[in-house]
């Protein structure tokens, strides 16, 4: 049985409210357990405290989490059984229009030249999973503007790669993290392209923060970089204290043997994710996080 394009605008615009609207339980556990902690700074508590205040009107009015109501990215993980009536482009187009008018979201996506808004129109990235199963997934990641805007790509030595990652990244987060609305989260990507290093940078903030990388060498990379920026202490809003990071997450590619591309991109602890898997028989299922097809995407 096909997947309508109803099916798919009614389940966009419900991942749209819900991404917009409230943030992952297990991101809001961390953020209690701070500002509960009496090893804490008072700024910091303070500071968490009313981001915790905040979402509780948010989620509870279902209004979105923060002014800056970010550029919908929309990932589209396609069964190859999969089948689909009508127009999956417009169907999403349609329903993120439409929920930026109920929610409301900002209209904050506009022509570079003109300046005239768009009406927040996603950007939608397609991926076929081979994997003979008919569903569909869908992943709508929020991107608020003041994370994006310290995103940055710097093509890499590969002599001692490591230890000069590490080196890139804590000086990133020194420079730059207060700008993202800490406490952050970072996805990093590594190899291929530049382009390929900046997606991989993105998918890898799609994981779940409890789940490391299969790579155990990567795995401890990413622990370590976690508990060296926390060490800093630039802390909530950059006011000192803890928590400075939420979760670090590496994906990487075979890269060229001259240069290594590397991309550092910030989340702030606004994370809004949401993910859902619609089925051929119609069936529905919401997920937070739903990124098991994210980590082929160039291999």
């Known amino acids: 049985m096909p997947i ?10 419900n991942l749209v409210r ?34 915790l205040k905040g979402l509780q009107l948010a989620e509870s009015n279902l209004i979105p989490i923060c002014q800056d109501t970010g550029i919908i990215l929309v990932y589209v993980g396609i069964g190859s059984n999969a089948k689909i009536i009508g127009n999956l482009r417009k169907a999403v187009k349609k329903a993120v229009k439409k929920a930026t008018v109920d929610i409301p979201l900002r209209r904050t996506v506009v022509n570079p030249f003109t300046r005239k808004n768009r009406n927040n129109n996603p950007f939608i990235k397609y991926h076929f999973l081979y994997n003979n199963k008919s569903y569909l997934d869908l992943t709508i990641f929020a991107r608020g503007c003041g994370a994006e805007y310290v995103t940055e790509i710097k093509m890499m030595d590969p002599l001692n790669f490591t230890n000069n990652l590490k080196k890139f990244v804590m000086s990133m987060v020194m420079d730059k ?5 800490p406490p952050v989260i970072i996805g990093i990507g590594i190899g291929g392209t530049c382009e390929i290093a900046i997606e991989l940078s993105k998918r890898a903030m799609l994981r779940p923060i409890s789940e490391r990388h299969p790579d155990k060498n ?5 622990s370590e970089l976690i508990e060296y920026i ?13 928590p400075t990071c939420l979760n670090v997450a590496i994906e990487y590619v075979s890269s060229p043997i001259a240069r290594v591309p590397v991309c550092v991109s910030f ?6 994710i949401a993910s859902a898997r619609i089925y051929s028989d119609d069936k529905i299922q919401y997920y937070t996080y ?3 097809f994210y980590r082929d995407v160039y291999e």
Request: hydrophobic share 40%; proline share 4%.
């Open 230 to 242: 926390n060490l800093l202490q630039i802390g909530p809003m950059g006011l000192g204290g803890f």
């Open 177 to 181: 993290a207060m700008w993202s609305c």
């Open 267 to 272: 989340g702030c602890w606004a994370h809004r």
């Open 218 to 222: 990567i795995a401890k990379l990413e």
């Open 4 to 13: 309508s394009e109803e099916t798919v605008e009614k389940v966009t615009y």
């Open 18 to 51: 819900r991404a917009t609207t409230k943030i992952p339980d297990d991101i809001k556990k961390l953020l209690i357990v701070a500002a509960d902690s009496k090893e804490n700074t008072k700024p910091a508590k303070v500071q968490l405290s009313a981001i």
């Open 290 to 292: 739903l990124s098991t």
